[in-house]
């Protein structure tokens, strides 16, 4: 699909965004062997970072409201790629737990996304893969810190908290009358 891909950005964060929202879109779109859509594999991923967890913690980790993840999970059981044990801390609760399986198949999709962006790299000097890893982290850790959600607020409220900061700090150089155009001429182009 290439949705947008002819747009011409007006302005270096016009620019980066649509970089990301390119490659963002590849990444999550299944590839060449993936047996799995993108959200279970998130859910693979949170669970392998950080082992069983409870139900709640793992929407939270993804996101996502309870309702959507339990859906998820009932999804990955069938598939033999998580189980639910007891909570040893509360025989009320249970927790989601990678199986051998879902390790695997977790694994196999991270390995053809590591493939991919190797393959993207091809040509690339030492140095500036190291260079883009690092500009790449400090650039994650500063969206991050921007949008994490005060105590307290509900995980669907992010969003609009990050609006609202983005119109009080418009982009250097760039006034909200602009930056509104600029927008509208993006979405146009994807019409």
Same mark, same amino acid.
């Given at each position: 699909?290439?949705?947008?891909?002819?747009?011409?950005?007006? %302005?270096?964060?016009?620019?980066?965004?649509?970089?990301?929202?390119?490659?963002?879109?590849? /990444?999550?779109?299944?590839?060449?062997? #993936?047996? &799995?859509?993108? !959200?279970?594999? &998130?859910?693979?991923?949170?669970?392998?970072? !950080?082992?069983?967890?409870? /139900?709640?913690?793992?929407?939270?980790?993804?996101?996502?409201?309870?309702?959507?993840?339990?859906?998820?999970?009932?999804?990955?059981?069938?598939?033999?790629?998580?189980?639910?044990?007891? @909570?040893?801390? #509360?025989?009320?609760?249970?927790?989601? +737990?990678?199986?051998?399986?879902? /390790? *695997?198949?977790?694994?196999?999709?991270?390995?053809?996304?590591?493939?991919?962006?190797?393959?993207?790299?091809?040509?690339? !000097?030492? *140095?500036?893969?190291?260079?883009?890893?690092? /500009?790449? %982290?400090?650039?994650?850790?500063?969206? %991050?810190?921007?949008? +994490?959600?005060?105590?307290?607020?509900?995980?669907? @409220?992010?969003?609009?908290?990050?609006?609202?900061?983005? %119109?009080?700090?418009?982009?250097?150089?760039?006034? @909200? @009358?602009?930056?509104?155009?600029?927008? +509208?001429?993006?979405?146009? !182009?994807?019409?």
């Amino acid at each position: 699909m290439q949705v947008n891909d002819a747009y011409t950005p007006q %302005t270096p964060i016009e620019g980066v965004m649509h970089a990301f929202t390119r490659i963002g879109r590849r /990444l999550k779109a299944k590839q060449p062997g #993936d047996t &799995i859509d993108h !959200s279970a594999h &998130i859910a693979l991923f949170a669970l392998r970072c !950080s082992g069983a967890l409870r /139900l709640s913690e793992l929407a939270a980790r993804m996101e996502l409201d309870a309702s959507t993840t339990s859906r998820h999970v009932r999804a990955l059981e069938q598939l033999g790629l998580v189980r639910r044990s007891p @909570d040893p801390a #509360d025989g009320r609760a249970f927790r989601v +737990e990678l199986t051998e399986q879902g /390790l *695997e198949q977790w694994e196999d999709n991270a390995r053809r996304r590591m493939e991919l962006l190797g393959a993207a790299l091809e040509g690339w !000097s030492e *140095e500036d893969i190291e260079t883009f890893g690092r /500009l790449m %982290t400090r650039f994650a850790d500063a969206v %991050t810190a921007r949008i +994490e959600a005060p105590p307290g607020m509900a995980w669907a @409220d992010k969003g609009w908290a990050a609006m609202a900061r983005r %119109t009080q700090d418009s982009a250097p150089g760039v006034d @909200d @009358d602009t930056a509104r155009e600029n927008t +509208e001429k993006n979405l146009e !182009s994807t019409t």
